[in-house]
Each structure stands twice: as C-alpha cells, then as structure tokens.
C-alpha cells in the first residue's frame, strides 16, 4: 500500500518571496510524500528575483514557480490540501477562503525579505535568513510522524515548528 501525498499551501500576501521559497523548498525535500503549492491574497504579478536567485544558488528547481491568487485554490477542482501554513503576519489575520477539504493550519510567520531596501548586501542576508529559517521549519514538519499524531497533537506541533528558530 502506497502512502499518502499531502497537499500543502503557503500562504503569504504578496506571493513572491516566502510563500514562493516555501512552495519550492517543500516540494525538493518532500521526497514526493508531499505537494508544495503557493498563493496570497494580493499577488504581484512576479515571483522576487531575489528569491529565484537563492532558490537557483541552492540548486532548488524553478521552473512553473508563478504568484498566484488564493482563490485558484479555493476553487471545485482545486486539489484539496491538508495543510495551509501562513508565512507572513498580514496574510495570517486576513478573512481566508474555505478551503476544500477542512485542511490543517498554522501560522509561521517570518519577515518579508522583499521590504529591505537598505544596501544589497542586506537584501541578501534578508533572503538568506528567511530560507535558512523555512528550511528548518520545513524539515522539522518533515520529521513529525503524520501518520502516527492524532489531530490535536498535530496541531500543536504545527503551531510549535511556527516558533522555531525565532
């Protein structure tokens, strides 16, 4: 019996950052348990270069990654997710669509790396702080049995990765 794939969804305001580097990052270290997608509730018409650049330097695929709008994955034929993680304050406190499926959600929010304006060196440790941070927290989603945790104590445990390394 083959097991489950997952469907997650990041969620953040904008889509072209965290939820991006999230979305990408999962699907890499996912080992094909796992389906990665992105949405905000004001997309830019672009994913960050910045993100694509780090994304790329990690040798993390690209290709399809686009800013996309949460009511793509609200929709009838939208697959229905079990998990929807919030990577960013704003789009946390936003009246979110109903999901199909009654997913799973939590909230880990991080700065928005795409807000530094300051020297390019800056941006760059901005960009790089925010994927150090979702690679832990994703590997430690990773880790968590799915299988094995009743729903209470899997939201705790979400909510509890949503802390980690702050």
């Known amino acids: 019996m083959s097991s489950p794939v997952y469907n997650v969804l990041f969620i953040?305001?904008?889509?072209?950052?965290?939820?991006?580097m999230?979305?990408?990052?999962?699907?890499?270290?996912?080992?094909?348990?796992?389906?990665?997608?992105?949405?905000?509730?004001?997309?830019?018409?672009?994913?960050?270069p910045q993100a694509l650049a780090l994304l790329q330097r990690h040798k993390i695929p690209t290709e399809g990654l686009r800013s996309?709008?949460?009511?793509?994955?609200?929709?009838?034929?939208?697959?229905?997710?079990?998990?929807?993680?919030?990577v960013c304050d704003q789009a946390a406190g936003e009246t979110c669509p109903i999901w199909p499926g009654q997913p799973m959600s939590a909230h880990w929010g991080l700065?928005?790396?795409?807000?530094v304006k300051s020297s390019p060196d800056n941006v760059e440790k901005a960009f790089s702080e925010v994927f150090r941070l979702l690679h832990r927290r994703i590997s430690?989603?990773?880790s968590l049995p799915l299988a094995k945790l009743d729903q209470l104590s899997l939201q705790q445990e979400l909510g509890h990765i949503g802390h980690t390394c702050d």
């Open 140 to 142: 430690l989603f990773l």
């Open 68 to 86: 996309k709008n949460w009511e793509e994955f609200a929709q009838p034929d939208a697959p229905p997710m079990d998990f929807v993680l919030t």
């Open 111 to 115: 700065q928005d790396p795409a807000n």
């Open 12 to 20: 953040c305001t904008h889509n072209s950052a965290r939820s991006i």
């Open 22 to 48: 999230a979305e990408a990052l999962l699907n890499q270290l996912g080992g094909g348990k796992f389906r990665a997608y992105s949405a905000g509730s004001r997309p830019t018409s672009q994913v960050h």
